[in-house]
């Protein structure tokens, strides 16, 4: 990342604590609880959040003069995610009372605190590991009519007036585009990578006290989308797929090598379509056709 | 004698399809949605009508390819403002036409683009609005049941929500099979919508297309992948250069990553990564169920084997039983030749 005419930016960072949903997960059938295999729950800082603080950290580092702050809407006063923020060397975090009820209601929460002071730059995470709406980013930024990159996984320059980033599109494909500041990015989890921080600051930080506001929601849901007030977890139906049983006719040593690997023992094929045989012209040939007719070339 | 009071009939249900583009072109996706917004329509007897954002140029040959697959209304709006995405450009452009059209749902895709600006049309209009959904066939009373997919896709969330609410859905890709051409032009009624389309702060500076040699095998669109029948390192040139014809990325089998013939990274299975690429070329791949799992809901698999018993046959689309190394460089001549026809000596 370039950084022109070192101006001293005024950073925002959004922070949520996650349920760590690269654990093993259940749901519980019955009342629908989100459970990992585990005694208590694995909470940690959202991976896509920690790129947007480590982004604003290094943003701030090449700018001296700049301001890093850390904002967690929780009702949780022990907060990791805030934690990790001062222990990585923001400026000053702060949480917002509020409990889960919704997307649209911690983004409004968020608005009305930074109604009350403007930053030059919002920085948010693209998406949560649990609940995985990628709506705070946006509606944020509409609350209080700024523009946006969603998506970014690379910045490349930063300049007072505006930044230019990358924003990953489908299939690999990204594009170059530059924002006028104040404005909001959400960044993927890869889009920077993050740097150590010890367990000693870690440690320092969790002295710190954290101050807490209260914001009053407007009363009036405009300007924000509904959302239902009914929502129960399940786990994904499983699909059925066909599981492999060794046939009874088979040699005790052909189960035996079709258990090793995984099936890959003689076996009568049952393919969705027919397989062509023949000299290799031919049969590239009709490879070649049906690759066309799929539209593959 | 009282007369029965006579209600006028409600309008049939309206959802609607919208037709994303990136740089120019149609996204395979809006098709899978089309077959979605059919089936829920015909459930709750609604009619289905798409939209589509374009500029002058690119009208005629986008309407050309919607056209071979919509024999339903389209919105069309064309403004210069459309020649890239903009957060601003697009929310104001559907903002102003849901308001005309009143539709009781919308389905985007939840692409980069679709995430990004639909919760600000949704924030404007008051609609309802849930990412990242699977294909909400059913209404129930007058309800819609929808799943979200949330924790990395491990667990689904159902909820419903009334019909007569508009609601706003950005659907995962792969959900739904596109629905085939039409065998004759449908001809539907295309209406052009003239709107204010607002610029916005954001502005495009550079197109990146991916480079299928170094892009991560997980979003490729095309892979070809070779397994240890392969036969030995140098052997993989082949592989290479049928993917390069092809713009396919390469992949491989635990075998041949094993053997040191491949990187770590392509592994395609349950040790390694779990892909869906439109187009999975499997070759020198026996199908264990270790790499099946892996690749198996790829939408065609085309398989080339020696040995007719492999069962990866069991999850082909297409087969060829023969030798890869006979088979997959005649293959990849056929397609670099087709390629020269395409673009006729200009390359001087
Ligand atoms: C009916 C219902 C009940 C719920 N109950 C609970 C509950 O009991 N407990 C609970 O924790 N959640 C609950 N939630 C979910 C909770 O409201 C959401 O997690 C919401 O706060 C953020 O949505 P998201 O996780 O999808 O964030 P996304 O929109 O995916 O997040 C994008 C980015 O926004 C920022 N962000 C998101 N959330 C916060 C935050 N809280 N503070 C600061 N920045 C943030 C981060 O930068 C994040 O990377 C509930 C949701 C619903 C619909
Ligand atoms: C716990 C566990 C996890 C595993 N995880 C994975 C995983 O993530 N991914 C994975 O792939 N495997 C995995 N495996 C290994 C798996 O069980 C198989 O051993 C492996 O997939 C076999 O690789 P292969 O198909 O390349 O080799 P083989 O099974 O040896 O098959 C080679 C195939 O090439 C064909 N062939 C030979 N010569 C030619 C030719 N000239 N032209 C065309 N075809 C030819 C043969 O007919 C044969 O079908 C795992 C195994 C275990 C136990």
Redesign the pocket.
């Known amino acids: 990342m370039k950084v022109l005419h070192t101006t001293p930016f005024k950073i925002a960072?959004?922070?949520?604590e996650?349920l760590d949903a690269r654990l093993p997960l259940k749901v519980e059938a019955k009342t629908g609880a989100i459970q990992q295999d585990a005694p208590e729950p694995v909470v940690t800082l959202?991976p896509?959040?920690r790129s947007?603080l480590e982004f604003a950290m290094q943003l701030r580092e090449q700018s001296p003069g700049s301001r890093v702050e850390v904002?967690?809407?929780?009702d949780v006063a022990g907060q990791a995610a805030l934690w990790y923020g001062l222990a990585r060397g923001a400026d000053d975090a702060e949480r917002?009372e509020?409990?889960?009820?919704?997307?649209p209601?911690?983004a409004a929460l968020?608005a009305t605190r930074f109604h009350k002071e403007t930053f030059d730059l919002i920085c948010?995470?693209?998406?949560?590991l649990?609940?995985?709406?990628?709506?705070?980013?946006p509606l944020l930024a509409e609350i209080l009519d700024l523009p946006q990159v969603t998506g970014v996984v690379r910045i490349v320059e930063c300049s007072k007036s505006s930044i230019l980033v990358e924003r990953g599109l489908e299939r690999g494909s990204r594009e170059l585009v530059e924002m006028d500041l104040p404005g909001l990015i959400?960044l993927k989890a890869e889009s920077v990578p993050w740097r150590y921080v010890s367990y000693q600051k870690l440690e320092e930080a969790q002295l710190r006290n954290i101050p807490v506001r209260r914001e009053t929601l407007p009363t009036s849901s405009n300007g924000l989308p509904k959302?239902?007030?009914?929502?129960t977890p399940t786990a994904p139906r499983a699909r059925v797929k066909k599981s492999f049983t060794p046939d009874s006719k088979m040699s005790p040593a052909d189960r035996v090598r079709m258990i090793m690997a995984g099936g890959a023992a003689p076996q009568e094929s049952k393919s969705k379509s027919s397989v062509v045989e023949g000299d290799a012209e031919y049969v590239s040939e009709q490879l070649y056709r049906f690759l066309k007719h799929h539209e593959f070339v | 004698m009282n007369s029965l009071p006579v209600s006028p009939s409600p309008a049939p249900p309206l959802v609607l399809v919208f037709a994303e583009t990136l740089w120019g072109k149609l996204e395979r996706l809006s098709f899978e949605l089309l077959a979605d917004a059919r089936k829920l329509a015909a459930s709750v007897k609604g009619r289905v009508e798409v939209v589509l954002f374009t500029t002058q140029e690119q009208r005629a040959s986008l309407l050309e390819e919607l056209l071979a697959h919509v024999r339903e209304p389209i919105h069309l709006v064309e403004h210069e403002n459309f020649a890239e995405y903009s957060t601003e450009s697009y929310t104001s452009g559907l903002v102003q036409l849901l308001q005309v059209l009143q539709p009781n749902l919308l389905f985007l895709g939840a692409t980069t683009y679709g995430r990004d600006f639909a919760p600000r049309v949704a924030a404007r209009l008051g609609y309802a609005y849930f990412p990242h959904c699977l294909l909400s066939k059913t209404a129930t009373g007058g309800k819609l049941d929808i799943t979200r997919v949330t924790h990395g896709g491990r667990v689904h969330i159902q909820t419903n929500w009334p019909l007569a609410a508009p609601a706003i859905l950005t659907m995962k890709a792969g959900v739904a099979d596109a629905p085939a051409a039409e065998k004759t032009p449908p001809n539907p009624q295309v209406t052009s919508h003239a709107l204010k389309i607002a610029a916005g702060k954001v502005r495009l500076k550079k197109r990146i297309p991916p480079d299928p040699r170094t892009l991560d095998i997980r979003q490729a669109e095309k892979l070809v992948s070779g397994g240890r029948g392969v036969g030995n390192k140098e052997n993989f040139a082949v592989l290479r250069a049928l993917a390069d014809a092809l713009g396919a990325s390469l992949a491989a089998s635990r075998a041949a990553v094993d053997l040191g013939w491949v990187e770590y990274e392509r592994q395609v299975g349950q040790t390694g990564k779990t892909v869906t690429p439109r187009l999975y070329l499997a070759a020198g791949i026996s199908g264990a169920s270790h790499h099946l799992m892996g690749m198996r809901d790829a939408g065609k698999i085309v398989v080339v084997n020696t040995d007719r018993q492999a069962p990866i046959f069991s999850v082909a689309h297409f087969g060829v039983l023969g030798d890869l190394h006979a088979v997959l460089p005649r293959l990849t001549e056929r397609i670099q030749a087709d390629k020269k026809k395409a673009t006729p000596a200009t390359s001087k």
């Open positions: 960072v959004c922070l949520k996650v959202n896509a959040d947007a904002f967690s809407v929780s917002i509020g409990s889960g009820k919704g997307a209601y911690t968020l948010c995470g693209d998406e949560t649990d609940n995985s709406s990628a709506l705070v980013g959400t959302w239902p007030e009914q929502a």
